[in-house]
């Protein structure tokens, strides 16, 4: 499945695209956000990757003070706060937010706020290669998140890469 076919679009993907290899059997399952064992962990098969998610749904937003992802609990015991900080993440079942009264007080004010979040599951995956395009979002350009190469309107995706203030979708 193509990311633009992933995105229920009918056209199929164009442009740059970039290839990662992922180590296999990475050491994540250790990691404090993926080792919560209240939240059952999931398997989900997607072009020859295996990509595990646990049920813990979270938003994550790019810290411009720390140059870090925080990471913001959508539900257990500390829902609505921050309960990481990561340069690399991984999200399933992902949706784009904007908010557009925070997009509109940004262009009021000429001052960046927290506005727009990539909400999902956390989880991670493993295989050989996988295919990306890159995603990106500014508040003076955009209302919503757009790829990168082609500038089309991003909504949700299967599997989100975050990694060095980029976002990457499968």
Known sequence: MSPVASQGA??????????HSLPVGTSLDRHPLYADQKYLSKGLTTTGVVVKYHTMKVKVYFNLHRKLFSVVALEGERKGRVIAHETELWLANAKFKVSEAGRQRVLREQRKNVHA????EIGYATGEAMVFRQVTYNPYLYSSFVFKDSKEPVYSADLVWLENKKIHIT
């Open 10 to 19: 009918s056209h199929p993907v164009s442009s740059v695209q970039e290839v």
């Open 117 to 120: 979040f990539v909400v999902g």
